[in-house]
Structures are given as structure tokens and as C-alpha cells.
């Protein structure tokens, strides 16, 4: 069904704080927003990013979800309506991934556009589609943030809590229903903040587990990443790497009770 006037998102306050007040922002434009502490308070809640889109499923109402990153700096309306098309007119389309130039620069002097994804992006998940799934060695942006997917797909497939949520569909989402199945859409030019390599390396950790996983190679042998960082007397940080999975939610009865499923 088409997208509401008044739409609905998940905010993962429980877990991360807002810097730049999304959810204030957000309700003043119209917006329902609900927090992920809210959502299914019975299941324990568990940080990440895809911890807060599975949860989403629980609150929304529509037959196809659109996924946006909350903190781009340049983007337009486009992008929802871009990344509805197809599913609004294939029914065979289960999984609209976006794609974009990406400008590489804060500074609007310095800006250019460039069509490689981020570090991780080139760096890890399109080099393991390459030599794993390369069928899906053309998926311009595995990682993008921006997408879109029917409910009845999402409900079906399990969920990393963190940042390999789009990895892990993409990939159970060709295993299920093969490349016909999935559709990349142009969204022009996109822009947002940059991430710490630290950062980056908990992130890319998360992917190689996905992968690992729906590889069927052996599970990661450990949930953490030493990073060093150094001050007066040098020191090792232990960053939790987030590899636990939601399972279906069509298989939650908190789920099924919530949406009549």
C-alpha cells in the first residue's frame, strides 16, 4: 500500500543518544516517533541499528518499508519515492536497494561526487560479494542505509541487531528468491557524516560475521575487536562486535499478536 502522509519510525534512544535531536525534529514535521524501549518492552532490547529496524516491524503498518539513514546532510524527498517505485509496480520486487554518487567532503568548497561507497563498503562487503555471491557483485551499494523491502519478506528473515542488517538481507533475500528478486535504484547524490576507522573496524567486523554466517563457515570465535589507542601510556580498548541475530518476526508472538499476522 502507498506510504501515509503521516509516517512512522523506530528511534533507538535506548541505546544511543541523539546528538542533533532526530526524534524532536522528527515530531515537529509530523511524525510518529517511537522509541525502541517502547516497542515490545517484554523482549529484552539489544543495541544497534538493526535491532531498531526489527523492532520497527512490530509498529508500522504498511506493506513495504522505507529505510532512511537519520544522518545525512544532503538528500531529498526523492529517496522515498524512488525506492517505492519498484515495488509499487513489480510484484515480483522484494528488495529495493539505493544507490548514489557520494559527496566526500564536509566543506561545500571542497565537495565532489564520487560513485564508490565507503570504506567498508569497497573495502569489505562488495570484495566478499565478489568472491562469495557474484551474482550480487554489481550491487553498487550493499551497505546503503537507504532502502526498501516488502513486509512479508522482512518478517521471514533473521535480523543482526547491528550494522549487517542490510548485508544479511541482501543476502537471504538472493538465497530465498534469487537476483530477480532485488532492484538497485539511482537516488542521485547523497551525503553524511563520516565515522571514526575505529569505528569502521567494529562495523566491518560485523559484516565478516554475516558473512561467515551465511557462508556456513565456522562462527566467529570471538564478539570483540582490540583496537589501540594511544595516550601517556598506550592502551588497548575491547569494542563489543554486535553478531547476535533476531530471529524472524513472523516466529515472535509478540509480533504476530501486535499485527494480526
Excluded at 72 to 96: E, I
Excluded at 161 to 168: S, T
Excluded at 236 to 243: A, H, N
Aim: proline share 7%.
Amino acid at each position: 500500500m502507498p506510504p501515509s502522509a503521516r509516517e512512522d519510525f523506530a528511534d533507538d534512544s535506548k541505546t544511543r543518544l541523539s546528538s542533533n535531536a532526530t526524534a524532536e525534529v522528527a515530531r515537529a514535521a509530523g511524525a510518529s516517533v517511537i522509541a525502541v524501549r517502547d516497542v515490545a518492552p517484554e523482549i529484552e532490547a539489544a543495541p544497534g541499528k538493526g535491532e531498531a529496524l526489527w523492532r520497527s516491524l512490530f509498529v508500522t503498518r504498511g506493506d513495504v518499508l522505507v529505510f532512511i539513514d537519520a544522518d545525512l546532510t544532503q538528500w531529498g524527498p526523492h529517496f522515498v519515492t524512488g525506492l517505492l517505485g519498484p515495488s509499487l509496480t513489480d510484484p515480483n520486487t522484494l528488495l529495493v536497494k539505493g544507490f548514489y554518487d557520494r559527496i566526500l567532503e564536509d566543506s561545500p568548497s571542497q565537495a565532489s561526487h564520487s560513485p564508490q561507497g565507503g570504506r567498508v563498503t569497497e573495502l569489505v562487503a562488495r570484495p566478499l560479494l565478489a568472491q562469495i555471491w557474484p551474482d550480487l557483485a554489481a550491487v553498487v551499494q550493499p551497505l546503503a542505509g537507504e532502502w526498501a523491502a516488502r513486509r512479508s519478506l522482512l518478517e521471514t528473515l533473521p535480523i543482526p541487531v547491528g550494522y549487517g542488517i542490510e548485508f544479511a538481507v541482501l543476502i537471504d533475500t538472493y538465497h530465498q528468491f534469487g537476483l530477480d528478486a532485488i532492484t538497485q535504484v539511482d537516488l542521485g547524490t547523497r551525503a553524511h557524516q563520516h565515522q571514526s576507522v575505529h569505528d569502521l573496524g567494529v562495523m566491518a567486523a560485523e559484516i565478516l560475521a554475516v558473512a561467515r554466517r551465511r557462508a556456513h563457515a565456522a562462527e566467529p570465535a570471538t564478539a570483540t575487536l582490540a583496537q589501540f589507542r594511544r595516550n601517556h601510556a598506550g592502551s588497548w580498548d575491547e569494542r563489543l562486535v554486535p553478531i547476535t541475530e533476531r530471529p524472524p518476526a513472523i516466529s515472535i508472538d509478540a509480533y504476530r499478536a501486535r499485527t494480526g499476522a
